[in-house]
């Protein structure tokens, strides 16, 4: 199987109306690139899972990647960790913080993929 190698750039807050009720999820902004194709400014839809407590990732790649998923988390959990750059326009947040605050910091992966 041939390796695509993401870079994870940031996360940020959004609530999405599904049926009427908000619903906040975390975006995941991430470049791509895979058989000599670069796919830059991708995202893909972290959201918590209240009633297994597990995540739920949505993304829509150029190909087949099964270990997207768990990268994803992997990444929320390396970036909202202690060592994320926050900003916030409403100023100083405690730790781990996500509801008003972008989070910027680069975390490189090489994952397992194959064409759709």
């Known amino acids: 199987m041939a390796k695509a190698h993401f870079v ?3 996360l940020f807050p959004d609530v999405v109306d599904t049926q009427g009720t908000p619903k906040k999820i975390i975006k995941v902004l991430f470049d791509v690139e895979f058989n000599q194709q670069f796919h830059s400014h991708l995202l893909a839809d ?7 407590g597990e995540y739920e990732v949505r993304t829509e ?3 087949c990647c099964p270990e997207f998923s768990s990268a994803a988390v ?4 390396y970036a909202s960790g202690p060592q994320a750059r926050k900003i916030s ?3 100083p947040k405690g730790p781990s913080l996500l509801t008003n605050n ?3 910091a680069q975390w490189p992966i090489d994952l397992e993929a194959s064409e759709t």
């Open 8 to 10: 994870f750039h940031g």
């Open 61 to 63: 790649l150029p190909f």
């Open 102 to 104: 972008v989070i910027r």
């Open 89 to 91: 326009h409403s100023g």
């Open 74 to 77: 992997q990444y929320y959990q």
């Open 46 to 52: 972290i959201e918590y899972m209240q009633e297994d």
